[in-house]
């Protein structure tokens, strides 16, 4: 037996009571009446931008105004023509180290907590991560109520990778001051897409 089957072994020992799983089925989920109005309101509470895009209005133009000194810019979107490498492309995800911008796609967001969920659709998942400041583009249509309804939406392509992003990277672990960007992007912004 494994030293890891040994230590469960002697948890498993000293249970004194068990209970089963509760039916998750019976748990009544939180609902909004404007799942959108909600998603941008946490959003904006975790640290995140919102930026609501009118039909016709470019979004690489939104990038640059926020960012007007980016010079590393890291998407493999097609309607970001501003990219200056794509994650697609690159020799390693080193490579993206130094990317001042990252703009990537959010399948669908959460409006109980404000989160996005981004499948794996790029060769170096890092652009994610790595960026100083990240772009998620969403559309307007697909927000869902909480968490028990995204992860009835959850599917992997052939990367069989995705993850949740909720505002910037932040800790409060030091010292017990906040730090914005430790372990990844200090500032996200979302751009709400028209149907």
């Known amino acids: 037996m494994s030293r890891k089957e040994d230590i469960l072994a002697k948890y498993r020992a000293n249970v004194r009571e068990r209970y089963d799983m509760p039916r998750l089925d019976d748990i009544a989920a939180i609902t909004y009446p404007d799942p959108l109005k909600q ?35 890291a998407s493999n979107l097609p309607e970001v023509t501003i990219a200056t490498k794509s994650p697609d492309t690159v020799d390693s995800a080193q490579s993206l180290n130094g990317t001042d911008v990252g703009v990537i796609r959010g399948l669908f967001g959460v409006a109980e907590n404000g989160c996005i969920w981004i499948p794996q659709t790029m060769k170096e998942k890092a652009v994610c991560f790595i960026s100083e400041n990240l772009f998620i583009l969403l559309p307007k249509s697909a927000i869902v109520n909480n968490m028990h309804e995204a992860y009835k939406r959850i599917s992997f392509n052939d990367y069989g990778y995705g993850t949740f992003i909720s505002g910037p990277s932040k800790t409060a672990d030091i010292a017990q001051v906040l730090v914005m960007g430790a372990q990844a992007a200090r500032s996200v912004t979302i751009l709400l897409l028209p149907e």
Request: net charge negative; hydrophobic share 40%.
């Open 39 to 73: 998603f941008i309101s946490m959003s904006k509470q975790v640290g995140g931008t919102v930026v609501v895009v009118d039909e016709g209005q470019d979004i690489n133009e939104i990038i640059r105004k926020q960012f007007p000194d980016a010079t590393e810019i």
